[in-house]
């Protein structure tokens, strides 16, 4: 029986694996690191940025404040004197924990990987609102440059923080490119103003010791799978089914491994059942097939907003490896 690790790289390579992914197994994400990301359930809260957050209970996830009191950059031909960028802490002790977790992984069986969040697209908007960003690319396209490189070097400053105290082998990265049905710009705008800068931090991840770039994406982005597979990304998690993954698999997988295909709002709500989540996983198995794809929850971490989603998942994902291996 193949490891973990083994088992992955049959899957993506093109290989003889001897049975499905399960989901983020070959993952050991440390969440220890000191990004500064929090994640409060029915709280309202301002992080290191000055961008006020709120989680309404009931809800499945948070999203920034954005009327006038509480936007944080108002004008981006101002960002210099709008948007103080937080620094991260690089003292020993601020990445105490993180050290330990990852020196406790297992790494002939999991790659470990620092998660980071939010990237480059999702910063923009956090600062600015969704629609001021988007705007921003046409009418202020310097001024977005100049902000979107100022947090390619942030990322780096984690980068080599990360490197240099745990000594990561993957890396999980976040940043979300559209709806459902569409990218939110065109490949055209995508590629003037986001590939060079991913290729630049995922270029210096590689050039570190990172083998695996997996990148969150739960979103329709089917027409920027080429810039994926340009700026390095190996994995791309959070595929939806919307993405037609079996065109993309016989058009791309010598590539890029897409990571999905189990929509969490088809599986994960509150009535879910075990057949409900069986019958899902194994139309995503026999449609998207072995190689190249890893089935999984479109949710960006190894979770379930309701509780028993997730390992229902990898249960039915191990019947299906009994049945097709």
Known sequence: MLTIRENLKEVMTGGNPDRYVKQYEFLDIIMECPLGVEFRY??????????????????????????????????????????????????????????????????????????????????????????????????????MHELIDALVERELEFARLAVKYIKPDALFHHDDWGSQKASFVSPEMFEEFFLAPYKKIYGFWKENGVELIVHHNDSYSANLVPFMIDMGIDIWQGAMSTNDIPALIEKYGDKITFMGDVDSGIVDFPGWTPEIVREEVEKSVKRCGKLHFIPCLSQGLNISSFPGVYEEVDKAIGEMSEKMF
Request: charged share 25%; proline share 7%; no cysteine.
């Open 42 to 143: 029915g709280e309202t809260w301002k992080d290191n940025w000055g961008i006020t957050w709120q989680w309404p209970e009931g809800q499945l996830g948070q999203f920034p404040v954005h009327d006038e009191e509480h936007i944080v950059l108002k004008d981006v031909t101002k960002w210099k004197e709008q948007v103080t960028i937080p620094s991260f802490p690089s003292d020993e002790a601020s990445w105490a924990a993180a050290v330990e977790h990852a020196n406790n992984v297992d790494r002939t069986q999991k790659y470990v990987a620092p998660f980071y969040a939010p990237g480059l697209f999702e910063m923009t908007h956090h600062l600015m609102s969704m629609e001021n960003a988007l705007m921003a690319l046409y009418e202020e396209p310097e001024a």
